[in-house]
């Protein structure tokens, strides 16, 4: 069994969403990031979730919207909201389906 990391860097988060071979190898890092005070670990789980829209032609969609109600939360609520868009439009370019 492979043991998962207690903390995951915005480019770990990332990382994972490029190479894995499953979206379920994304749900520790997304819940990492929904549960994170740092807004580029938010920004990161946002990123994620374009590459497996892209990658897996499907999204963690309880994840997506757990992410998404995040941005609120930070000062960088714009920029966030920004990723959020273009992750969004993975989706929809991609035809990703909710999983």
């Known amino acids: 069994m492979t043991e998962t990391p207690a903390e995951y860097a915005p480019l770990d988060i990332v990382g994972i969403a490029m190479k894995s071979d499953a979206i379920d190898a ?17 920004n990161a789980g946002i990123l994620a979730i374009g590459h497996a829209a892209r990658r897996f032609k499907a999204y963690p969609s309880g994840l997506k919207d757990a992410l998404w109600a995040r941005i609120h939360d930070f000062p960088q609520a714009e920029q966030l ?3 959020c868009l273009t992750a969004q439009d993975d989706i929809r370019h991609f035809k990703a389906k909710p999983v």
Request: charged share 20%.
């Open 26 to 42: 994304l749900t520790s890092p997304l819940e990492f990031a929904i549960a994170s005070e740092d807004p580029w670990v938010v």
């Open 81 to 83: 909201r920004s990723a």
